[in-house]
């Protein structure tokens, strides 16, 4: 069984920055994706961001590309997301997800449907 403990949100006025981690435990983290993905209230979860974990390669949404960067730490097993030039469109609860699956398939990355574990969520608020 794979947990996913999700943390460092929290509230920030617009242009500020926040750091999210999301600490891995339980199998081996070696062929998988790490992703981020949020949920703002009344909508559907959409994608944020995502790193292979071997070879690092990363994507993101065209909303966050350029303010927002993932990254990992293999020894730690915690995959990182720093969010910066925050607005209030970012305010969301915002989910790290596991997705178990070969490189070839990058094309899953950015489905949330694709992913095998989530954690439980924190939650970002951007003040105006």
């Known amino acids: 069984q794979v947990q996913l403990v999700e943390s460092g949100g929290g509230l920030v006025q617009a242009g500020g920055s926040l750091r999210l981690s999301c600490s891995a435990s339980?199998?081996?983290?070696?062929?998988?994706?790490m992703g981020w993905f949020r949920q703002a209230p009344g909508k559907e979860r959409e994608f944020v961001a995502a790193?292979?974990?071997?070879?690092?390669?990363?994507y993101y949404a065209d909303s966050v590309k350029g303010r927002f960067t993932i990254s990992r730490d293999n020894a730690k097993n915690t995959g990182y997301l720093q969010m910066n030039s925050l607005n209030s469109e970012d305010t969301a609860v915002y989910f790290c997800?596991?997705?178990?699956?070969?490189?070839?398939?990058?094309?899953?990355?950015?489905?949330?449907?694709?992913?095998?574990?989530w954690g439980q969520g924190t939650q970002v608020t951007v003040s105006s």
């Open positions: 339980g199998r081996t983290f070696d062929n998988y994706y």
């Open positions: 790193i292979r974990w071997s070879g690092g390669s990363t």
């Open positions: 997800a596991a997705l178990f699956a070969p490189s070839y398939y990058t094309n899953l990355a950015r489905r949330a449907e694709s992913y095998d574990y």
